[in-house]
């Protein structure tokens, strides 16, 4: 069964971390692209970091680029998302994704269930 579980999220005041995980079952990250989106109330669904098959590359939104870093650990098959200088505006749910590029998973996608980041003082 394939399952994708996020975890991490929670209240964190205006400039600290947190660090994000998302846990997958049922396949491989390794052979998947690994992106994680957000959505904040009224707006929709933002991709913020993407990491490519073999984590060979990473790309951000400008929103966060230069302190949200998007890493793997196949060990684990679990990837990560750490987040740092955190603002009001990086409030939302955050959903791991992952999109099959190779030929023997081309088009597959899963989602996980979200997990809320609330940036408050």
């Known amino acids: 069964q394939v399952q994708l579980v996020e975890s991490g999220g929670g209240l964190v005041q205006p400039g600290g971390s947190l660090r994000l995980s998302c846990a997958a079952s049922?396949?491989?990250?390794?052979?998947?692209?690994m992106r994680w989106y957000r959505q904040a109330p009224g707006k929709e669904r933002e991709l913020v970091a993407t990491?490519?098959?073999?984590?060979?590359?990473?790309n951000y939104a400008d929103s966060v680029q230069g302190r949200f870093t998007v890493s793997r650990d196949n060990a684990y098959n679990t990837v990560y998302l750490q987040m740092n200088s955190l603002k009001p505006e990086d409030t939302a749910v955050y959903y791991c994704?992952?999109?099959?590029?190779?030929?023997?998973?081309?088009?597959?996608?899963?989602w996980g269930q979200g997990t809320q980041v609330t940036v408050s003082s």
């Open positions: 049922g396949f491989t990250v390794s052979s998947y692209a």
């Open positions: 994704n992952a999109l099959g590029l190779r030929a023997d998973s081309y088009g597959r996608e899963y």
């Open positions: 990491s490519t098959p073999d984590a060979g590359s990473t």
